[in-house]
Every structure is written in structure tokens, then in C-alpha cells.
């Protein structure tokens, strides 16, 4: 009966329809159900609702037809500001975007086999000749329409105008069930994809010649048995016009940096997951993370850990950088994120933190990092801990980096400044007492007075914040060696790359900084996992930076490590190139070790310091570590929940016995993040003074 039918939708209706969010990294029209809208401009068409964030996933998914691969171009774009309408009509939108299949909808086909002049084929759509793409123009007429509404930003309805691949006879215009496209690029989608794009750019910004990317291209190719896919069409011609545009691209879109950034950030949308300007009230804000990026902060971040390096370039740049990091399965750092801001408070923070676990939870709603490694002490730590829903480990990487790399170029005498440097590591051990790390800092300021230049620096930079990482050094469980080389070696790639005097004049430019990141820099991680996966260009492989002090550590036997068992605060190493040198180590085991070898001399932490300290932790022949140390009061708070409120809040995340609530830092300690403790756990506090002995 004509009273049960039911009723096609009015436009008026589409807030009333489901917002369809399929379980897939990038979905197609085949996944969604779809409504047609009954009168109006839009009166038969296909229409249904998903979130806005996952309009970049369904138009890839869109592009991988199996019976017509597409790519599809923008043809259109407006925007309005919110605000700016009063009474918005329902399908009203804030964005509005035309999506065409790219071969269409002029179509060339008659002009390539010599029937027709191109001087007599005029476009349909106004835009032109098209120049360089008359060739793939095949007379499609598929497209839909993208709006962000203005009533619910967060929503997209599309509106698929046409969504079979046909030309205006109605028949298949390319792809495999075209005749005439059979054994043509017209069988695949009409450019190369975005990854191989990705893949030939990076190789170019390292150095790969043309030659030798067109080689590679041949060999790879030729392994899976001839062309299969558009990308296997890539030609010598492509590879030359994307090196054009690495020679000849600019990263000034305007004279006044902010406005190049803010150009830079609405043209480059699929790299921005967050963006504020500077208002004078709310700070500058971007967060930048490419779909390779996204990529790996999945892989290698579920059930593993997540670090923050920042404030890097605070003296130099405008704004400081940020870094959010994963490791790879060789625990080298990878940059999964960077954010630029002039802010670090928390509420900044908090901001685009937010703003990035959803961007990873809408690819995969299961992902989860086992911990998250912070840097910076006035962050708040519960809300790293609320957004990402994990422990949060202290990182103090950089208070033993800076201090040693001002001591070594402040203090010429090195005894005494391995002295000074043993003092300024016992004030962290001594974090657990309060009182005694100040005692500590005191003690080391009376000591050495006469070393004016350090002094100078420590009191101006470090004393104001001194309390702050004892107080955060004493609340937090505390990072291994193994996370300090993956951090260190990125901080020098990264300031290779950045803080080259040759750069000096562009530094106060923002988008500068932008260019380099997702240009250079983005290629340097890109080839190196690119290389380790495939094996290919290894001898191009820049290893000065790629393998880190803890990998290098790992290919010293254990035969060539000696300890002193009458002064356990040294050690020695035997060099793994001149067997007749051997390097002393001094209070092994600790994250204040130190080496007398050329790496060590310049600030950083050598795989001699490391190997060391992994024998002690495996067979506990010296002192514990800090992290050990901290690892332990905190396994010890645990069975006090209701007496500390940190403990509280990570019972609040493990609300079960006591037992389980130790189990995420006793899992981080047996993957290796954290040390591994001794049996008996008064060691640490009654020999602590003996690793760390006062200065007579």
C-alpha cells in the first residue's frame, strides 16, 4: 500500500541521517549507505553524512576503484567564516568542495588520435587548457561535493553527483572495462600516487641523482613482473619535474612571515592537524604531520612509547620547535610530529595533544602507547596523562646534556669538572629527599665558586628551575639510556640540519623553519626506514646519525669491559679500532657517567657510557641508575595509593588491586625503558653517598 512506501528524504531531513564512520583506514562509496535526496538542486543524488576529519580517507578509498582507478582533483573550492551567516540554511556549509575524476570532464580522446585540432575542443568546466593534462582528459563526468556544515563543523556531507566512471554516451571512459584504455595508462589512475610522489621527492632532497632513482625504478618494476599499476609508468620526464620544483620552490608565499604561514597552512591542509593564530590573547599554534608520519606514530607507537623533545631552537627561532618521536625497531627516533608554537603552557599543550590522539583514534580506535616521555617539567603531567591515556616518564636528557656541553666549554680542567658534573648529578639523586637536593645544590654552589663562568650560567638558566625537576625527578618514574641515545642522536640530525650557519639570516622566518621540516628533514627519516626496509641505497645511508650510541653500544663485547673492584667508580672500555687504547669510565652506571673518549668530550652520550651501564644493570656490578632509583619509589608509593595524589592518579587509570596498578611500570622496566631494579631495594639510598661522594 502506497501508505507503508517509504519516503526519499528531503534536504530538510539530512541532519535526521546517521554520520557513517566505517572501521577502515580509507574507505570508499561501496562501504556507506547512501540516501537519495528528493526535490531540490540536489533532487536525485546520493547523499550521506561521515565525519569531516575522514573526508581525506574516503577520497582515497574513492581513488582505488578496482574496475576505474581515479584520482580526484579539486575543481572547486569556497569557504565562509563562522559567524558569518545568521540563519544558515540546513545543508549550509563553512567549506564547500568540488571533487572531479581527473579524466574529465573535457575529453581529449578524439584530439590525441589525430581527428580533431586542439584549437577547435573547448573545456567545459572553465578552466582553461589544462596545460599538462590534456593527455589523461577522457570525457568522465564523475564528481561529488564535499560540504562542512556550517550548523555541525564537524560533520561532511557529500553529495555524489555522478558516481559511475562514464562519459556523457554513457559508457566506461577508462579503466578496464574500456576498450580503448586496455594496455594504456588509461587503465590505472590517471597521475602517479601520492606515496611514489613521496618516495621519488625524498630521494631527490638526499641527493639520489635522476639516473639513479630511474634505475631503481626500472629494477623495482622488473621484480614484480612488469607494469601492474599506473606508478610502474613513472618516467624519466616525471622524475625531472619533480626536481624542478624541489630546485625552484620557495618557501616565502608572502613578505610578512605570518601571513606566508598562514598561506602556507590553507594550501597545505592534509600536513596541518592544527593551526591558531596569534591573536594577542591565544598563541601561535602549528601542528604539522604528514600522512607517512600519521603512519608511523601508529606502527610504532601502539604498545611501545612516545617522546617529546622540545623547546629546540629557543635562542635562535622565532618560536621553538616541538617534536613528538617514536622508535623503530632498531630504537632509532622517528619524527612523528612537530608542533611550533609560542607557547609551551599547558593549556597550549593540551590543545593540539587533543587534537592528535583523535587524528590517530579515527585510523585506528585501538591504539594505545605504553608511555609517554616528557622533557619539560612544568608540564603538567596529568594531562599527558588524561589525552593519552598511558604512565608519563621523566626524560632528563637534557639538563645532563646542557650541563655537560657548558662545563666542557666553561671548565678547561677536566678533573674538576667531572667533579662538578658527579655534584650536579647527586642533587637528582638525592630527589627523593627534598631537603637533601637542595642541601646538594648548595653544597656544589659553595664547592666550586671559584668556577665563575659555569657558575654564572648555572645560577641565571638553571637555579630558577632547579626545583622543578627535583620535585618532578622525586614524582616520576624516569626514562633509560636507551631513550637518551635515540633522543640525542635526532637532537644532532636536527640541529645539523637547522642551525647551519649558512641558515643564520633565515632563522626569525617561520616558514622557513616549515620548509625545511617537511622538506629536508622529512626526507632524511623517509629514505633511512625506506633503506632499512628494502635494503636499497645502503651505501647512501647517511650512518653518522642514523645508528645511535645505543646501537653502537650493542656491538662491544662484553670481554673488552673491566671494572675496577677496588674503586667501583670506574671503569674501561677497550676501543673497537685501536685495541692498544682503552677508555676510563667513570661512576659507571649512572646517568652522570663519563667518558674520557673524543664523543663524550663533546657533550654527548657515548655507547662506551651505555655498554657500561648495561653490564651494571644486567649483573648489578656498580651503583644503580636514576631511573632505577625513581622506578623504585615509585613501585613503593604503590602500595600506599591512598596516601600520595600521583599514585592516586595512576590509580585512577588502573583502578584494580595494587598488584596490577604496578604492572605498567614493571612492564616498561622489562621492555627496557626502565632499569631493571636490584633484590634489595635499600641498596639505592644507603649507597647513594658512595656513588656521589663529597668533594673534600
Given amino acids: 500500500m502506497k501508505g507503508h512506501e517509504s519516503k526519499m528524504p528531503r534536504m530538510e531531513d539530512i541532519l535526521n541521517l546517521p554520520v557513517q564512520d566505517p572501521a577502515l583506514e580509507e574507505f570508499s562509496a561501496a562501504h556507506i549507505n547512501w540516501v537519495k535526496i528528493d ?15 575522514r573526508v581525506d580517507d574516503f577520497v582515497k578509498g574513492e581513488s582505488t576503484n578496482a574496475e576505474c582507478p581515479a584520482s580526484f582533483r579539486i575543481e572547486s573550492r569556497r569557504r565562509r567564516p563562522e559567524g558569518s551567516i545568521n540563519k544558515p540554511r540546513v545543508d549550509g556549509y563553512l567549506e564547500y568542495t568540488l571533487y572531479w575524476c581527473s579524466y574529465g570532464p573535457e575529453d581529449y580522446r578524439d584530439c590525441e588520435s589525430g581527428h580533431l ?86 630521494m631527490l632532497y638526499v641527493g639520489i641523482s635522476l639516473d639513479n632513482i630511474v634505475q631503481h625504478h626500472m629494477e623495482v618494476v622488473e621484480g614484480h613482473g612488469g607494469p601492474q599499476k599506473r606508478d610502474d609508468f613513472l618516467t624519466r620526464n616525471d622524475i625531472r619535474n619533480m626536481k624542478r620544483v624541489v630546485h625552484n620552490a620557495s618557501h616565502v608565499l608572502h613578505e610578512d612571515d605570518a601571513c606566508s604561514v598562514k598561506l602556507w597552512a590553507q ?33 610504532y607507537g601502539h604498545n611501545s612509547f612516545i617522546a617529546s623533545h622540545s623547546r629546540f631552537g629557543c635562542k635562535k627561532f622565532q618560536y621553538p620547535l616541538c617534536s613528538l618521536l617514536v622508535f623503530d625497531l632498531s630504537r632509532n627516533a622517528i619524527p612523528v610530529a612537530w608542533i611550533i608554537s609560542s607557547s609551551s603552557d599547558s593549556h597550549s599543550v593540551h590543545k593540539w595533544m587533543v587534537v592528535i590522539v583523535q587524528r590517530i583514534r579515527n585510523k585506528d580506535p585501538k591504539w594505545s602507547p605504553n608511555a609517554f616521555l616528557v622533557d619539560d617539567p612544568s608540564l603538567e603531567a596529568s594531562i599527558v596523562r588524561d589525552v593519552f591515556q598511558c604512565p608519563v616518564l621523566l626524560c632528563v636528557w637534557h639538563v645532563r646534556h646542557s650541563w655537560l656541553k657548558c662545563l666542557l666549554k666553561k671548565c678547561s680542567n677536566f678533573d674538576v669538572l667531572r667533579e662538578m658534573f658527579m655534584h650536579l648529578g647527586r642533587a637528582l639523586y638525592c630527589a627523593r629527599n627534598v631537603s637533601n637536593a637542595f642541601d646538594a645544590i648548595e653544597e656544589f654552589m659553595e664547592i666550586f665558586v671559584d668556577q665563575c663562568a659555569f657558575m654564572e650560567y648555572f645560577r641565571g638558566r638553571w637555579l630558577p628551575k632547579i626545583e622543578l625537576w627535583i620535585n618532578a625527578s622525586r614524582n616520576s618514574p624516569m626514562a633509560s639510556q636507551e631513550s637518551y641515545a635515540a633522543i640525542e642522536s635526532y637532537h644532532l640530525r636536527l640541529k645539523s640540519k637547522l642551525l647551519n650557519k649558512q641558515h643564520t639570516k633565515s632563522w626569525p622566518r617561520v616558514d622557513w623553519l616549515i620548509n625545511v621540516l617537511i622538506t629536508e628533514v622529512h626526507a632524511l627519516f623517509w629514505f633511512d626506514q625506506y633503506t632499512m626496509q628494502t635494503g636499497y641505497f645502503e651505501t647512501a645511508r647517511d650512518r653518522s646519525f642514523s645508528n645511535s650510541s645505543w646501537n653502537r653500544a650493542l656491538l662491544i663485547p662484553d670481554a673488552d669491559v673491566f671494572f675496577d673492584e677496588k674503586n667501583l667508580q670506574l671503569a674501561r ?21 663519563l667518558c674520557d673518549c673524543c664523543w663524550s668530550r663533546m657533550g654527548n652520550l657515548c655507547k662506551h657510557v651505555i655498554k657500561v651501564a648495561n653490564i651494571c644493570k644486567n649483573g648489578q656490578v656498580a651503583r644503580p641508575s636514576l631511573a632505577s632509583h625513581v622506578h623504585q619509589q615509585a613501585l613503593t608509593l ?43 631495594s635499600s641498596y639505592h639510598m644507603s649507597n647513594n653517598l658512595m656513588l656521589f661522594p663529597h668533594v673534600t
Fill in 117 to 202: 585540432e586542439s584549437s577547435n575542443i573547448k573545456p567545459t568546466s572553465g578552466k582553461g587548457s589544462r596545460p599538462g593534462r590534456r593527455h589523461m582528459m577522457r570525457g568522465c563526468l564523475c564528481h561529488f561535493t564535499v560540504k562542512r556544515l556550517y550548523t555541525r563543523p564537524l560533520i561532511a556531507l557529500i553529495i555524489y553527483n555522478q558516481r559511475n566512471h562514464v562519459d556523457k554516451t554513457g559508457g566506461p571512459c577508462h579503466g578496464i572495462l574500456d576498450r580503448d584504455a586496455v594496455g594504456t595508462r588509461a587503465m590505472y589512475a590517471p597521475r602517479i600516487s601520492d606515496e611514489l610522489r613521496q618516495k621519488v621527492m625524498s
Fill in 39 to 53: 526535490g531540490g538542486r540536489q533532487g536525485g543524488d546520493d547523499i550521506a553524512l561521515i565525519p569531516f576529519s
Fill in 573 to 593: 672500555v677497550i676501543s673497537q679500532t685501536n685495541r692498544s687504547l682503552a677508555y676510563t669510565i667513570w661512576y659507571p652506571g649512572s646517568e652522570f657517567s
Fill in 638 to 680: 604503590m602500595q600506599n595509593v591512598s596516601n600520595d595524589p600521583l599514585v592516586l592518579q595512576h590509580a585512577i587509570l588502573h583502578p584494580t588491586t595494587s598488584q596490577q596498578e604496578n604492572t605498567p611500570l614493571e612492564d616498561l622496566s622489562s621492555s627496557g625503558l626502565l632499569q631493571p631494579l636490584p633484590p634489595d
Fill in 267 to 299: 594550501r597545505q591542509q592534509k600536513h596541518v592537524f592544527f593551526f591558531q593564530e596569534n591573536t594577542g590573547i591565544e598563541p601561535f599554534i602549528l601542528g604539522i604531520q604528514t600522512d607517512w608520519q600519521l603512519q608511523q606514530m601508529i606502527r
